[in-house]
Structures are given as C-alpha cells and as structure tokens.
C-alpha cells in the first residue's frame, strides 16, 4: 500500500506493542456476549472470515456513502461518515493486504442473515427511517468491535490479531457517531428504539446459525 499515513502502515501495526482500546462501554451497549461457540469455529476458520471481513468492510463504506447522498441536509453526517466512507476503505484495503500474505485468494461470499436481519425492521418512513438506519449502523459497528476484541484474544496470528486490535479505535468512534447521529435527528429520546433493535441484534447473535460469517449467530453445523 501507498501514500498512508505511517501509524495506518501494516508493518508499524505489527511492530506495535500497542494496548487495547477500552471498549467496556460497547460491552454495556449490546445485548449478548459472543459465544465460545462462535470464537472457536472462528478461529478455525480465518480464510473464511477474513473474506468475509473484507466484504464487510466494503459494506460499510458503500452503506456510509448512500447515507451521504440520501441526507444531503444533515452537515453533522456529511463530515462524519465521510470520515467514516476513508477509513471503513482503508480497512478493505489492509485486509486484502493481510489476506494476500497470507495466501488466501478472493471468494465469492455471500452475505449472511445478520444485516438483512436488522434492516428488515427499519421502518419505511422519515424521519424513522433514518433513525433506524443509523441506529442499525451504530449496532453493526459496536458488534464488529466487541468480535474484533475477542478475536485479538484467541487467535494464533500475531500479526492479524494486533490488527484487530488497531481496529478498535476506529470501529468503536464509528459506532459512537452512528448512535450519536440518530439522536441528533428525533426530537425524541431514541432509548426505545435503540432498546428494540439490542433485542434483535441479540437474538441474531444468540440463536443457531448454519453459517459463519463474521456477524453470525451460534454456529450450529459443527
Ligand atoms: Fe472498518
Ligand atoms: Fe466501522
């Protein structure tokens, strides 16, 4: 990769013995735990879940830039998610990196349940809709934070889980200004709704899952 800035630089990142990024208030924000389940059969299969990864970091940026274009009104969310848009691309960027180094050829993955799971509760009209998408981004965000942590933790690869680690700092400001964002557009507390999506982002992560991806549920196929 070129013209990054240098703390951006895989090989600084590696080099790093770099501390972990508080994220206890994401803890608190979201209604179930990762399962050993889950950590364990991601462990097993890092290929996979780094393609995955890759796509969901692409997803972010492109999911950011629609929302760029679609409330072109709210300036607070131009400058915040075109931040947002540069550092979910540089991400891609970097894992396609560490997937290279790794040997691991670009698959085709599809998606799995969980942001069709979300979004399928994201109601039809404004401003409720854009609440919603914002509070749905915001839990999207806090849980690739919270697996991102406990992956760090588990894995073999020192390399990658330093990476993981260097994520939290982005990923967990992101979900911050997603939350932070929704608010700013209600005239109401969004405590509620904010109440009803933790309830169905749990039991996705919760409940059996016949697929692994990087947001799924309880593997059950193993
Ligand atoms: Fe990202
Ligand atoms: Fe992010």
Known sequence: MTDILPEDDLHVIASRAKAKTDISHIHAFLGAKTSDKWLAVAKDNLPLLMQDHAN???????????????????????????????????????????????????????????????????????PAGMIDVLIIGAFIEARSCERFSALADVIDDEKLSKYYKYLLKSESRHYEDYLALAQSVSDEPIDERVAFFRAVEAELIDSPDGELRFHSGVPDFV
């Open 56 to 126: 969901c970091e692409k997803k972010a940026a492109g999911t950011a830039m629609n929302l760029i274009f679609r409330y072109e009104f709210h300036r607070d969310l131009q400058e915040k998610l075109a931040q947002l848009v540069r550092e979910e691309m540089l991400h891609y960027e970097q894992v396609l990196e560490l997937m290279k180094e790794r040997g691991i050829a670009w698959s085709h993955l599809p998606a799995g349940r969980y942001a069709k799971g979300l979004l399928k509760h994201k109601r039809t009209w404004e």
